[in-house]
């Protein structure tokens, strides 16, 4: 591995209202890794995954990405940063007034001012990355949800992104979907995508990644290898949790 | 003079000619106005608290008098401030900007049309807005678009479907109000069965005419606008 890791989280605090939702996070990412974040709700998960691309800038601390700061970019080129960081959100977030083959194509066309039928192009080739040529013409109401959130895996990837967020990507599916998306991150985390992931899947974190992140109250309060996550309620912090979500999941 | 000759040889081509100077009336103002209406919602749903307090209050004076009265005002009020800027600023030499305020009939018509829908459009797209969820906006700027960008692209297109109904009920409207121009001596429909009327006493031709020619005028606005919103509407859930 390269010495300079590709995306590095350094001290990053974030204030909303005079809470500390945020407490000095720092964590880094190599090229091709795939690291896992898990805690309780509230714990500031999605809010560091919103840090750092800088859709919240946090109120001390910075993000590198491939060595460059995101601090001392101006507006114009955090927009450039954005575009090197693909983001996956829990509720999806697709455009509504769009199909699936436009959704994927509106930030190649606005964003990277490709031409319409270029755009379409890349985009029909990404949907069917994630299976859903059929789907192209179809609108976000009238998906599933899993395959909703393939279309926004899709809309993310178009953009050639150099590191992924994915904001617990099934934690809105229905259990019988997630296997479809869990499928298509798995694929491309062994293609060499590198990934930081929240989720509560742990079963799925345990086989693909090598460390994992314990969030509680805004801090990293545990980091390891999957391994971690074992020995049960008397083990450390993040043990403690697998277990109480294993109790109610029954796994 | 037969009544069939009447017809013929004056109040048809008399309103006629009205009819043409509405729709040069109406369809500025509609597009302005909603365009207006677009920019003043967004600002109120996601500007700086500075811009809403003032946008609110632009909508609160604009939906909160008559229309009558505001034509009256950028037609015969604003000479006034006109005459009292030219006393003072023409003994200190400035160049005669009082000027722009003397409007034509025309350009004050349109100027309070569009003021006024303006305002009531800022309602539509406003709520249309708030109702979209926010993640679409951020979903946008996370793909690398900017803040305007992300609006002139997802949110405008979503909230104009969402208002579309709304905003079609005001055009609407707004082809009715446009007999107002009558206080501000331009002679559209209105005014043109008001002078036929009173030059040959047929009040009850003149402005039954007048009104069908309004709900010709709504018809076929009313058609359009359906079209539109279906052509527009994000499509429902399909059914299996």
Known sequence: ?251 | MSTWEFYKEFLIPATNKGLWVSIQLIVPSALLGLILGLLVGAGRAMGPKSLKKALNFYVAVFRGTPLVVQLVMWFYGLPSLALILEGYLKPLGWPPIWQWLLLSPYAAAVLGFTLCSGAYQSEYIRGAILSIKKGQFLAAQALGFSRSQAFWSITAPVALRLAAPGCGNEIIYLIKYSSLALVVTVVEITGQAKMVASLYFRHLECYLLAALYYLAMVTVATLILRWLEKKLAIPEPARE
């Open chain 1, 1 to 251: 591995m390269s010495a300079q890791p590709l995306l590095e989280v350094s001290h990053v605090s974030r204030i909303i209202d005079g809470k500390t939702i945020l407490d000095d996070v720092s964590l880094s990412l190599g090229r091709g890794e795939l690291k896992v974040i898990i805690g309780p709700s509230g714990g500031g998960k999605s809010t560091l995954l919103q840090c750092v691309n800088f859709l919240q800038p946090p109120d001390s601390g910075d993000v590198f990405l491939d060595g460059q700061s995101a601090r001392e970019m101006s507006r114009q080129n955090i927009c450039a940063f954005r575009q090197k960081i693909g983001m996956i959100f829990q509720d999806f977030n697709l455009f509504d007034h769009l199909c699936a083959r436009d959704n994927v194509a509106i930030a190649l066309q606005k964003v990277k001012g490709q031409k319409k039928a270029l755009a379409r192009q890349r985009a029909m080739a990404e949907l069917e990355r994630v299976g859903l040529v059929e789907q192209a013409h179809l609108y976000p109401s009238q998906l599933s949800g899993g395959q909703k959130q393939r279309v926004s895996l899709a809309r993310a990837l178009a953009m050639d992104p150099m590191v992924m967020l994915l904001d617990e990507p099934t934690s809105a599916l229905d259990p019988e979907l997630i296997g479809e998306v869990l499928n298509v991150i798995a694929q491309l985390s062994r293609s060499g995508m590198t990934m930081l992931m929240v989720t509560h899947q742990i079963g799925f974190a345990r086989h693909l990644t090598k460390e994992i992140i314990f969030m509680e109250a805004g801090r990293v309060v545990e980091t390891g290898p999957p391994e971690l996550l074992e020995g049960g309620p008397e083990g450390g912090r993040a043990a403690a949790f697998c277990a109480k979500l294993a109790e109610v999941t029954g796994r």
